[in-house]
């Protein structure tokens, strides 16, 4: 892993909640906080990507009605870095939205 930082702790947190949509990941404080400025996406989508190598988190995806399910590593890395899918703007084409939770949140 790369060194864990302000925002891999953030969503690790925020994902002991339940399922987060990626939108809402963006606007926790502790990820909005880190001095990104118009690379906050990119910054956190890495993250995600990193924890999730890491089996910290896990990813699921469904439209918004839908039960959401889980996805393979491969296709949530792939969802994790693409940028359209920290808006729920891109859900009015169809695009299914993209929840993250901790790991730790199954455990307990």
């Known amino acids: ?19 987060i949509p990626l939108p809402e990941a963006l606007s926790e404080a ?3 906080s880190e001095d990104t400025g118009d690379q906050l996406v990119t910054v956190v989508g890495h993250a995600l990507v990193d924890l999730l190598r890491n089996d910290l988190i ?3 995806s469904g439209h918004w009605s839908v039960e959401p399910v889980l996805v393979s590593r491969e296709a949530a890395e792939a969802m ?7 808006s729920y703007d891109a859900e009015v084409d169809g695009t299914e939205r993209v929840y993250y939770v901790n ?3 199954y455990r307990e």
């Open 103 to 105: 790991v730790d949140n």
């Open 80 to 86: 994790l870095l693409d940028q359209r899918r920290y």
């Open 58 to 60: 896990q990813v699921f």
């Open 1 to 19: 892993m790369t060194e864990m930082t302000r925002v891999h702790t953030a969503l690790l947190e925020l994902g002991l909640e339940d399922l």
């Open 30 to 32: 502790g990820v909005y």
